[in-house]
């Protein structure tokens, strides 16, 4: 996954506060995800491709479909470095009355190396915890956006993220949506990715769209959350995120790769369900909530 460089400009300074707290509902939410990710590491490793995506992937639809999603399920055969391989976008909708929407989304598939055994529970089992989480919290919503909750697969690298050897499944819902015209509807992207470390600290992401990066950042500090979403400096990761912006799509890539001391946890086997706290996906879970809300009242 993902190549990253810094820029070194003036950091934006936040005032000292004292650290907030999820509230009790969002404290639950947050635990609620942190049970869909033990669920989802307990298939193991989970590349695209493999048995146990698929049954993860049943595992998804069949949930989704417990919160009254409306679900999407996008097939398609992606030609990697090491051969052809059947994959899967799974999208659970959520109907709104604007003609709008808003798409949260987020791999699911986990990095695969020879000899590696890797289950993934930050990096594609966070950002599946949390869209589980939130098809509950939709569950029942009259909402004025619609709510597109997308999981993408095939975000990890075949061999090495170069060229095209990455970003596959959003890849391809990006270029779908261009053509069908779902495009002209969407009105954010927020994109998740290692949101569930137990030190969180969200990075100022230089090639989202910067008036909804600042819009999100904005909502997170006036709940209190400055040390968990960074104002800056700016680090540019490349993500899913990147296939929309591109194609004119604004979006956001809400992502903490800074997992452990100088990131050792990333694509190791150490990237287990103890490295996790249902705070921070509980504070990720808030944020998102409140970011919908003052989106809903943008035209």
Same mark, same amino acid.
């Given at each position: 996954?993902?190549?990253? $460089?810094?820029?070194?400009?003036?950091?934006?300074?936040?005032?000292?506060?004292?650290?907030?707290?999820?509230?009790?509902?969002?404290?639950?939410?947050?635990?609620?995800?942190?049970?869909?990710?033990?669920?989802? #590491?307990?298939?193991?490793?989970?590349?695209?491709? *493999?048995?146990?995506?698929?049954?993860?992937?049943?595992?998804?639809?069949?949930?989704? $479909?417990?919160?009254?999603?409306?679900?999407?399920?996008?097939?398609?055969? *992606?030609?990697?470095?090491?051969?052809?391989?059947?994959?899967?976008?799974?999208?659970? $909708? /959520?109907?709104?009355?604007?003609?709008?929407?808003?798409?949260?989304?987020?791999?699911?598939?986990?990095?695969?190396?020879? +000899?590696?055994?890797?289950?993934?529970?930050?990096?594609?089992?966070?950002?599946?915890?949390?869209?589980?989480?939130?098809?509950?919290?939709?569950? +029942?919503?009259?909402?004025?956006?619609?709510?597109?909750?997308? /999981?993408?697969?095939?975000?990890? *690298?075949?061999?090495?993220?170069?060229?095209?050897?990455?970003?596959?499944?959003?890849?391809?819902?990006?270029?779908?949506?261009?053509?069908?015209?779902?495009?002209?509807?969407? $009105?954010?992207?927020?994109?998740?990715?290692?949101?569930?470390?137990?030190?969180?600290?969200?990075?100022?992401?230089?090639?989202?769209?910067?008036?909804?990066?600042?819009?999100?950042?904005?909502?997170?500090?006036?709940?209190?959350?400055? %040390?968990?979403?960074? *104002?800056?400096?700016?680090?540019?990761?490349?993500?899913?995120?990147?296939?929309?912006?591109?194609?004119?799509?604004?979006? #956001?890539?809400?992502?903490? /790769?800074?997992?452990?001391?100088?990131?050792?946890?990333?694509?190791?086997?150490?990237?287990?369900?103890?490295?996790?706290?249902?705070?921070?996906?509980?504070?990720?879970?808030?944020?998102? %909530?409140?970011?919908?809300?003052?989106?809903?009242?943008?035209?």
């Amino acid at each position: 996954m993902h190549r990253a $460089k810094t820029i070194c400009l003036a950091a934006l300074l936040s005032a000292v506060a004292q650290a907030a707290e999820p509230p009790p509902n969002y404290a639950r939410e947050g635990q609620k995800a942190l049970n869909y990710v033990a669920a989802a #590491v307990k298939f193991g490793p989970r590349p695209a491709g *493999s048995a146990a995506q698929a049954k993860q992937q049943a595992w998804i639809i069949a949930e989704l $479909k417990k919160s009254g999603a409306t679900v999407e399920e996008v097939d398609f055969m *992606s030609y990697t470095p090491l051969g052809p391989k059947r994959m899967k976008n799974i999208i659970g $909708k /959520f109907a709104g009355s604007s003609g709008k929407n808003v798409v949260i989304s987020g791999h699911y598939d986990t990095f695969s190396r020879a +000899g590696l055994n890797f289950v993934g529970a930050n990096d594609g089992g966070s950002s599946t915890g949390a869209l589980l989480a939130l098809a509950g919290m939709m569950k +029942g919503r009259t909402l004025r956006d619609g709510v597109w909750l997308t /999981f993408f697969d095939g975000e990890e *690298s075949a061999v090495e993220w170069k060229g095209n050897d990455h970003t596959y499944g959003s890849r391809r819902l990006a270029d779908m949506w261009q053509r069908d015209g779902s495009a002209k509807s969407i $009105k954010a992207i927020i994109n998740l990715d290692m949101i569930g470390d137990s030190d969180l600290s969200i990075h100022y992401e230089g090639y989202s769209t910067p008036w909804l990066r600042d819009l999100v950042v904005g909502v997170a500090h006036r709940l209190g959350y400055t %040390d968990e979403f960074q *104002s800056g400096p700016i680090q540019y990761i490349a993500d899913d995120h990147v296939e929309f912006t591109e194609r004119g799509m604004p979006a #956001v890539d809400l992502i903490d /790769f800074n997992y452990g001391l100088m990131n050792r946890h990333w694509h190791k086997e150490s990237d287990t369900l103890d490295k996790l706290s249902a705070r921070s996906l509980a504070v990720v879970l808030q944020v998102i %909530d409140e970011s919908l809300k003052e989106l809903a009242q943008r035209p």
